[in-house]
């Protein structure tokens, strides 16, 4: 394949330089670095310490079981134990499930795998990764920290309300008392408040430490009954309402103080666990990961044995045909996939950068995503089951007997965890329970985007405490808002803007920039030389075609079928203006995309818009596998340099040769080697069809 010979170039030093023979044509490569080629795609697995442009050592997973774990705890989380079951409670129960598992087969799990993979085959955070792969596409991982970010600053108030419960559990243990949501006490109980177990007492009648206060019985009410724990969290946790006012995204109120201190306590741990990288996170997972499924399945099979679960387990899985029509249904389903699996927000190509090269990641990509459904399916079994215990106590229908929203994870677990044995126990485990999830979540969404930033500016890598400190503090003062009394609505909107409609057009772009622009061919002799894998026709099919069509549908159709928040609020809990606060915060990430697309645009070499075009849609110098080894032998493994980047030309003084065949130069300096691609953009250029007038031939 290769012969060695010698040649002189414009009374230069004489080089032995060899030829690589791919079809009928021939490329130049220097003698003395061809010694180090792997002649075959079976080149021994390499570590990444070593990166291609000398920059400071990236960390890696102390071995596969942290990297799986860390996957589990980033997809396995809050998500599925808290948001899943009210979206499938707010959208019909089993008319949410259809076109959730349609998107999740058809994009979520696809786009899962692509992302380890991608992070694992350049070892790059996901702005390094677009600004390198496709330049054109750089706004795309920009983006992906921006949702990130967003996503960050909220999730981390759900873990304080984790923080608030666990420590007013730790209280009434400590005061012998009973559940705290299990009274309907006065200082925030009003006359609407019952005890669920007391329902059919007489008003006067006391069991033990809780009183009803209200009855079904009484013919004087006309507004909604609320079970104890409804109020407690409305009317003490959150203090949304209280009995001098209701609040609203209009008048928020203030900071919520001791909701405060619990979120100092959350970004506290987040910090502690991230401050040395993935080198502290890596080793708590192996907890936070794996205790969480224990509690679930406990807490399903006493739900399941409840009266008139069935009947809430019926409304999860029985579809509502009509409700299929309602876009609102399948927008929500597929922010819900992106939300849970992590897809189009960085974490997982942060992940899967820590890999070493070789790993087989297609296989855990799997394994994970079907964990994720199945938590999602096992969290809302235990939902479902109280709410129709819930109804079949006061003979009402399930979609009524209780509200939807953000809160309902909040009222219906504690529900159940006062019908176990030992209450309290388990009431403590399984708030630790949830703060354990989130904490896993938070780890990989911020770990992300200070990844993302350490790859485009290595010298902070040194700084890695300070960085994350300064990231932690300003989050939580950007958290600030959604723990005063209106905080709830914020969350909402922030859930509703930064991470539903955003990751979606996000993910959209993520598939243009790397199966159209990029390409799938190109990508599949990646995947396959990276960890001998060539993706099945399922994989191909639905990166290609399918994913881009549904994620396409499903927002035009949304945004057709718009409708302001105001618009939905018989309460007036939000304003007009919110929905302007909430497409701020979407194109917060979202304009990322247009903006960076067009500066590296404008900055490209050629003297048209048609070259800068093709330019910017081409791969970097800079893109390939991060260990000079594994570039070495991958470009032995195709004979040409095309699957790496081109050589930027940054004047018309740059020579380049096209005939294949023969030595050139660039900016005066002679380079034989093939894998410093300067080959590769005059190859490509003329592969296009379009021609340079910088690139002179040298006779």
């Known amino acids: 394949m290769r012969s060695p010979r010698e040649v002189s170039v414009d009374g230069e030093p004489t080089l032995q330089i060899y030829t690589v023979t791919v079809d009928t044509e021939t490329i130049v490569g220097q003698d003395d670095h061809s010694a180090s080629l792997s002649e075959s795609a079976d080149a021994p697995p390499s570590s990444n310490a070593k990166e291609f442009h000398g920059k400071e050592e990236r960390g890696q997973w102390g071995n596969r079981a942290q990297f799986f774990l860390s996957c589990v705890g980033q997809s396995v989380g809050i998500g599925n134990v808290w948001r899943f079951p009210y979206l499938a409670y707010q959208n019909g129960g089993g008319a949410f499930l259809i076109p959730y598992f349609i998107i999740l087969f058809m994009v979520g799990k696809p786009l899962y795998c692509m992302e380890l993979a991608l992070g694992q085959y350049c070892s790059l955070g996901p702005w390094s990764l677009f600004k390198r792969m496709c330049p054109l596409g750089a706004g795309v991982g920009v983006a992906m920290c921006v949702t990130a970010t967003i996503v960050c600053i909220y999730y981390n108030v759900l873990m304080s309300y984790t923080v608030f419960y666990t420590a007013a559990v730790l209280k009434s243990i400590f005061m012998a008392e009973s559940l705290p949501w299990d009274v309907c006490d006065e200082a925030w109980a009003t006359e609407h408040c019952f005890v669920r177990s007391t329902l059919n007492l007489s008003l006067t009648e006391e069991v033990g430490v809780p009183v009803v206060r209200f009855f079904q019985q009484n013919d004087s009410f006309t507004g909604r009954m609320q079970p104890s724990p409804e109020q407690y969290f409305e009317r003490y946790v959150i203090q949304s309402s209280t009995k001098e006012m209701d609040y609203t995204l209009n008048e928020p109120g203030g900071v919520i103080w001791q909701l405060a201190l619990c979120l100092i306590f959350s970004w506290a741990v987040v910090f502690f666990c991230l401050y040395k990288g993935i080198q502290s996170s890596g080793k708590a997972v192996y907890f936070t990961s794996t205790f969480p499924f224990v509690i679930l399945l406990v807490l399903m099979v006493r739900g399941v044995l409840l009266d008139g679960a069935v009947e809430g387990i019926i409304f999860l899985f029985k579809p509502q045909w009509d409700r299929l029509l309602d876009v609102t249904v399948w927008r929500s389903a597929a922010a819900q996939v992106f939300f849970s699996l992590s897809v189009a927000q960085g ?113 902070l890598r040194s700084k890695k405490a300070l960085v994350t400190g300064i990231a932690c503090s300003i989050c939580f003062l950007l958290a600030l808002p959604c723990v005063t009394h209106g905080g709830l609505y914020v969350i909402d909107l922030m859930d509703t803007y930064g991470g539903g409609f955003a990751i979606i057009l996000i993910a959209f772009f993520e598939i243009l920039a790397v199966f159209w622009a990029y390409g799938m061919k190109r990508l599949q002799h990646n995947l396959d030389f990276m960890m001998k894998y060539k993706p099945s026709i399922y994989f191909r099919s639905c990166w290609v075609v399918i994913a881009p069509l549904i994620l396409l549908f499903i927002f035009i159709y949304t945004m057709a079928d718009y409708k302001p928040f105001a618009t939905n609020d018989p309460d007036g809990k939000y304003p007009k203006w919110a929905d302007g606060v909430g497409w701020l915060l979407a194109l917060a990430s979202i304009a990322q995309i247009p903006l960076w697309a067009v500066y590296n645009l404008v900055k490209q070499p050629g003297p048209t818009w048609r070259q800068k075009l093709w330019q910017a849609s081409q791969p970097t110098t800079e893109w390939g596998p991060s260990a000079q080894e594994d570039r070495d032998a991958e470009l032995s493994f195709y004979g040409m340099p095309i699957h790496y980047g081109r050589q930027s030309i940054t004047t018309e003084n740059d020579v380049m040769e096209m005939d294949v065949g023969k030595p050139y130069r660039q900016n005066g300096a002679v380079d034989l080697r093939p894998e410093s691609r300067i080959f590769s953009e005059a190859y490509s250029y003329r592969l296009s069809g379009l021609d340079n007038p910088a690139f002179t031939q040298i006779n």
């Not at 399916?377 to 129709?388: H, K, P, R």
């Open 347 to 459: 974490p997982l190509i942060m992940f899967g950068s820590y890999n070493k090269f070789r790993m087989k990641v297609y296989k855990d990509a799997m394994i994970v995503c079907s964990l994720d459904t199945v938590t999602s399916i096992i969290a809302s079994v235990v939902i479902f089951s109280v709410l129709g215990n819930l109804a079949h106590q006061l003979d009402v229908p399930i979609s009524s007997v209780a509200k939807g929203g953000p809160g309902l994870a909040f009222i219906a677990y504690p529900e159940a965890l006062s019908k176990l044995p030992i209450p309290h126990l388990w009431a403590v485990l399984f708030f630790f329970m949830l703060f354990l999830l989130g904490l896993d979540s938070e780890f990989g969404l911020l770990e992300g985007s200070l990844t993302a930033l350490h790859d485009e500016y290595p010298s």
